[in-house]
Nanobody, 131 residues
Framework: QVQLVESGGGSVQAGGSLRLSCAASGYTYSDYWMGWFRQAPGKGREGVAVIGLSGLTTYLDSVKGRFTISRDNAKNTLYLQMSSLEPEDTGTYYC?????????????????????????WGQGTQVTVSP
């Protein structure tokens, strides 16, 4: 049974920091791209950051330089370090896993742009940033 369990969300003031974690189980974690997505009230789900199998990363433009995604394959855990948080970062944050295609084709940039490419999703953790 596949499980992705997020933790670390909370309420902070603008300029503050949070570290999200996502514990994965039930599949071969190291064989999947991993990503963080978020959804604000009344908006669609958007990709925030994705990390590939070798550690290559890609980010939403608005979080570049403020957020850092990382993965620990020994612990089957994904992280998102968020700094200099802004009210616009408020939303429910989800971790997701996507199986890379065999051979050439899609890259991690495709995954961050297309949540539909995810094979598995977590239940989400709320992040609220006040002005």
């Amino acid at each position: 049974q596949v499980q992705l369990v997020e933790s670390g969300g909370g309420s902070v003031q603008a300029g503050g920091s949070l570290r999200l974690s996502c514990a994965a189980s039930g599949y071969t974690y190291s064989d999947y791209w991993m990503g963080w997505f978020r959804q604000a009230p009344g908006k669609g789900r958007e990709g925030v950051a994705v990390i590939g199998l070798s550690g290559l990363t890609t980010y939403l433009d608005s979080v570049k330089g403020r957020f850092t995604i990382s993965r620990d394959n020994a612990k089957n855990t994904l992280y998102l370090q968020m700094s200099s948080l802004e009210p616009e970062d408020t939303g429910t944050y989800y971790c997701a896993a996507s199986q890379p295609p065999k051979g050439r084709g899609r890259g991690i940039d495709d995954f961050v742009r297309s949540p539909s490419l995810a094979n598995y999703w977590g239940q989400g953790t709320q992040v609220t940033v006040s002005p």
